[in-house]
């Protein structure tokens, strides 16, 4: 059970990295445009710019990559909290499992 929680979490950690350099990258973007490519610029249809310069990238003010960086802590602690305490683990998994199919929905949606 112990490798299961160490594999969720380092999942969850290289979502949070990469969620923090999209906002990052976001923010680059909105500065300075497209000066700089970013390094997953690799097609026209693989391309992190055109994704962060689109209308999508953003709801209201907010850029959806800073939901992302939330979501991904809110994974973390969830899944210390699971490993942590039999009596909340159950009830913090099940949260867990229900915001991760709100946020696979959302990205269908958006996609």
Known sequence: ??????????????GLAASIWMTQSHFRLATTGFEEKSFCNVSEFIDCD?????????IGTIP??????LYYVMLIFGFLLAWASETWRRATLSFLLAAAVFSIFYSVVMA
């Open 64 to 69: 959806t990559s800073e939901l992302g960086v």
């Open 50 to 58: 055109t994704a962060l310069a689109s209308r999508y990238s953003k």
């Open 1 to 14: 059970m112990r490798a299961r929680y160490i594999l969720l979490i380092f999942f969850a950690l290289v």
